[in-house]
C-alpha cells in the first residue's frame, strides 16, 4: 500500500476540462511522475511506502480495518495515531525492541497519518498534517502529542555524535599518510579529509554517493530532467570542472600552473543538503609560510586540490568522474573513494595516534566516522571566532542548526589548527556578516 498524497478539496464529480485539455494533463503528470528525482529521494520514497505499510498493519494486528478512516470519527483517528505513535516511541517497531528517537517517531507518524487525513477534512489542511507529525512542538494538532513530544525532547538519551578530526589526528593525516604513494587510498582519503576541513563537505561529494536501487551507474549522479539540462548526469560529488584557481589580480589560472601562481581556488557545490541552494559557490585562500601557525603547507587548500586533480589526471578518467579517485593496485583499473573507506582511514588514524586504548578516541571509536570532517569544520570556524552568520554561509546551513555540531571543549581543537583554516578564508574581518558579494562573487569579492 502505497502512499497518500494531500489533495485539494473541490467538486468530486463535475469537470469542465475538454478532452484535449485533458490529455494533455495527463501527458505531463505522468511525464512529471516519470523524472529522476535522485537517489537519496528514492530512498526516502521507499521508506515512507514502508512506514506507511507498517501502520496499516499495526492497524491490522488490533482488527482495526478501516484504514479509509470513512466511517471513523476524528477524535477516534487521533487516538489512534497518537496510540500508534507511544508504541513506536517505544520501541514496538524495532527489531531489537529498543526505544527510538522523536525523527523516527514523527516520520513513522507523517506516513500513517496519510491514510487518515485523506479521509477526514479537518486533519486535511496542511497546517494540521504538518504541526501533528513535524518539528514544532507548540502548535500540534493535539495536545497529547505535544505532550509526547515534549517528554521525548526532554528524557529521550541524544544520538551518539560524530567526534571531530583533531589537530593530532591532521597532524598524523599529513606527515604519514601524505608520506606514501600519492596515488593511493590512504593519499586519496588524505586530501579528502584536509579539504573537507575547510569545505565542510558531506561525504557524497567527495565519495560515490548512494545509488538508485537497480542502477548501474559507477556512482550518483544530477537527475536527468528540464530543470538543469547542463548538470544531466553529472556526478554528485565534485568533478574536475568545479575548481577554479585565481591568482591575486583574480585572473584564472590552469591547474598546472595553480601551484606557483594561484592565490585562491574556489569550489562549486553541486548540490546542498542543508536547503541553501545547490550550486552554490566558495572561496578560499592560499597558506603561506608567513601565515599563523602555517607549519604544514600540505593543509594548504591550494595546494591540497592541485594534489586532488593530479592524482584524477595521473589516473586518466573522464571530465566527468568523481574526482577523489585513487589506484588500489597498479595496473589496476582507478576506483571512487567510498564513504566506508574514508571512515576507515579516520578510525585507523585515530587508533594510531591514541595507543592507549582508554583514550576518548578509542573508547569512542565508532563516532569517527565521515561526518567528523563536517564537525571538524565547523568547530574551526566556531574557535577561530567567527560569527554565527558567517558560519551558517561558510558551510552552506540555512538555519543555526551548526550549533548541534559545537562539542564540549577538546583541547585537540587548538588555537593553532583555528588559525590555519583563518589564514585559508578570504575576509579580514572575522566578526562581520558575509555577503554574498564579498565572498562568492569573482567579480566584486574585494580581494
Known amino acids: 500500500m502505497g502512499v497518500h498524497f494531500q489533495s485539494i478539496p473541490g467538486a468530486a464529480t463535475h469537470t469542465n476540462l475538454s478532452r484535449t485539455f485533458e490529455a494533455y494533463l495527463d501527458d505531463q503528470i505522468l511525464s512529471l511522475q516519470e523524472l529522476d528525482r535522485g537517489a537519496v529521494r528514492a530512498k526516502n520514497d521507499k521508506a515512507a511506502v514502508s512506514r506507511a505499510s507498517h501502520f496499516a498493519a499495526f492497524c491490522g494486528q488490533q482488527s482495526f480495518t478501516d484504514l479509509s478512516f470513512q466511517s471513523t470519527s476524528q477524535a477516534d483517528t487521533q487516538r489512534i495515531l497518537l496510540?500508534?505513535?507511544y508504541a513506536v516511541a517505544k520501541g514496538e517497531i524495532s527489531k531489537s525492541g529498543t526505544a527510538v528517537g522523536l525523527k523516527s517517531v514523527q516520520l513513522y507518524l507523517l506516513a500513517?497519518?496519510?491514510?487518515?487525513?485523506e479521509a477526514n477534512p479537518p486533519l486535511r489542511d496542511p497546517r494540521n498534517h504538518y504541526d501533528a507529525?513535524?518539528?514544532?512542538?507548540?502548535?500540534?494538532?493535539?495536545?497529547?502529542?505535544?505532550?509526547?513530544y515534549h517528554l521525548m525532547r526532554?528524557?529521550?538519551?541524544?544520538?551518539?555524535q560524530a567526534l571531530p578530526v583533531s589537530g593530532t589526528m591532521l597532524h598524523w593525516i599529513v606527515t604519514t599518510a601524505m608520506a606514501g604513494d600519492k596515488y593511493s587510498e590512504h593519499a586519496a582519503c588524505a586530501d579528502a579529509t584536509i579539504l573537507g576541513t575547510y569545505t565542510g563537505s558531506r561525504c557524497s561529494e567527495y565519495c560515490r554517493g548512494d545509488l538508485t536501487p537497480g542502477s548501474k551507474d559507477l556512482f550518483s549522479k544530477v537527475p536527468a530532467g528540464p530543470f538543469s539540462p547542463a548538470f544531466a548526469d553529472w556526478p554528485i560529488a565534485l568533478t574536475i570542472e568545479d575548481f577554479v584557481f585565481l591568482s591575486t589580480q583574480k585572473h584564472e589560472i590552469q591547474w598546472f600552473d595553480a601551484l606557483a601562481e594561484a592565490e585562491y581556488v574556489q569550489v562549486r557545490f553541486r548540490f546542498d543538503k542543508g536547503g541553501t541552494g545547490n550550486f552554490s559557490i566558495r572561496t578560499f585562500r592560499r597558506l603561506h609560510q608567513k601565515d599563523p601557525d602555517a607549519v604544514h603547507l600540505y593543509r594548504c587548500p591550494v595546494r591540497t586540490v592541485v594534489r586532488i586533480i593530479s592524482r584524477w589526471f595521473f589516473l586518466g578518467k573522464p571530465r566527468l568522474f568523481p574526482v577523489f579517485c585513487y589506484q588500489a593496485k597498479k595496473g589496476k583499473e582507478p576506483r571512487?573513494?567510498?564513504?566506508?573507506?574514508?571512515?576507515?582511514?579516520?578510525?585507523?588514524?585515530?587508533?594510531?595516534v591514541y595507543p592507549d586504548a582508554s583514550h576518548l578516541y578509542r573508547k569512542r571509536i565508532k563516532d569517527i566516522r565521515t561526518h567528523s570532517i563536517r564537525v571538524t569544520a565547523c568547530m574551526f570556524l566556531h574557535r577561530a571566532g567567527f560569527s554565527p552568520t558567517f558560519i551558517e554561509h561558510r558551510l552552506r546551513w540555512a538555519s543555526d542548526a551548526w550549533k548541534v555540531y559545537l562539542r564540549e571543549d577538546f583541547q585537540d581543537i587548538d588555537v593553532a589548527s583555528a588559525k590555519v583554516f583563518k589564514a585559508a578564508l578570504p575576509t579580514e574581518d572575522t566578526h562581520s556578516d558575509p555577503p554574498d558579494l564579498i565572498y562568492d562573487n569573482v567579480e566584486d569579492d574585494g580581494l
Open 336 to 352: 571512487i573513494l567510498l564513504a566506508d573507506k574514508l571512515s576507515k582511514f579516520l578510525k585507523q588514524c585515530a587508533t594510531s
Open 154 to 160: 526532554k528524557w529521550a538519551p541524544p544520538k551518539s
Open 83 to 85: 496510540g500508534y505513535a
Open 133 to 148: 507529525c513535524g518539528n514544532r512542538l507548540g502548535d500540534t494538532f493535539f495536545p497529547e502529542l505535544s505532550g509526547l
Open 112 to 117: 500513517a497519518s496519510s491514510f487518515a487525513t
